[in-house]
Structure formats: C-alpha cells, structure tokens
C-alpha cells in the first residue's frame, strides 16, 4: 500500500531582525498624510496605505530578506533557473481595535506575504482557507480525532512582531479582529514571477 500526497501547497514563515521601529514611524508618517490606497482594500475599518515607492531606504532592508524568502520558496516549488522574481507592490495596514481584513487573495501574482511590525497575542491573526471550497459540503467537522491539513477547513496563524509569512497568492485568507485598543502594524507585499 502506498500513500501519496496530491494537491498540497505551503506557507513559509521566519522571524527577521529589521527595525521595525523605522517601519512604524513611516508608516505613521504616511497615515497622517492621508497617503492611502484608491483600490477597494480587504481592510475593514483600518487604516490601507497606498502601494509605497520601493526605492525608499527604510525598505531595502525588509525588501532584502523578502527577496531571500522567496527565493527558498521557489526552490520547493522547483521553479526553473531561468525565472527571477521581482517586488511589484508593497503596502501597510494599521488596524486598530476590532478592525479585520476580509477574505481575498492577491490575484494576479506569483508569491505574496505579510511582515508583522507591531502586533501581539490578540491585534488579529492571519487565517489560510482550503484551497478545496468543496471540502465543508462533503466532510463535516465533528468527524475527526483532531485536525490535520487534509480536512481542516482553515489554518490560523499568530501575528507577532518581526515575523513573516510567505504564501501562494492564490491562497484565500483573512484577518481576524484586533481585540487590543493598540494598533497592529502589517506590511503586505506581492511579488512577481518574471
Ligand atoms: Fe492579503
């Protein structure tokens, strides 16, 4: 007998050492100049800059280990040599008490991520949902011992400062409440397979 995964995807996730306080107070800077985004943000009630300039030298050193990242993923994807990847977008969410990101995905890219500035336990985590929308009509929940990511229907991960998740933009998520009356500070950015 032989068992064989099929259809399967990943998200990567680390903790990087860049000056998150730097980050922040660009990010205040821009709010309180109102620079935010025209698109329809995920955002609700919070605060969606618009996409930064990329040259920006509080940056470089996030876009560094963003870049680095993705690289590994792509080597698990087993991507050709011949690709590069490049930073299209990046931009910040400040959300405050019980604001949320709707579900979305990041349509139109190859990799997408999210990088934590300033956020605790309880500013609101980041929720993976099955790629397989039909997996709750068929499976229900009271079936299993516990769950694993065959027939789990969401997977919740923390947002803490200083980490970062990597993840397939086609993979649908969304933000849970801020339940603190401090703001969480999140840097989303997607990049290109060229
Ligand atoms: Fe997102």
Known sequence: MIKEDIFSTFILEDNIKVNVSELNKYAYELKNKNIKTKRIPSTQ????SDDLHLEE?????LIKAITKMSYVYCRELKVKEKYALSL?????VIN????YNSPHNHPFSFLSG???TKSGADSGDIVFLNPNPKIEGYWFDGAWKEYNMYQSGSIMKESLTNKIILF????????????????????SFNIQLI
Not at 57 to 61: G, S, W
Not at 176 to 185: G, L, M, S
């Open 57 to 61: 030298p509080v940056l470089q050193p």
């Open 168 to 187: 397939p933009s086609w993979l649908a998520h969304h933000v849970t409440p801020n339940k603190t009356k401090e703001d969480r500070i999140v840097w």
């Open 96 to 99: 405050n008490q019980n604001h």
């Open 88 to 92: 299209a977008n990046m931009w910040f």
């Open 45 to 48: 009630g919070g605060f969606h």
């Open 114 to 116: 999210a990088f934590y």
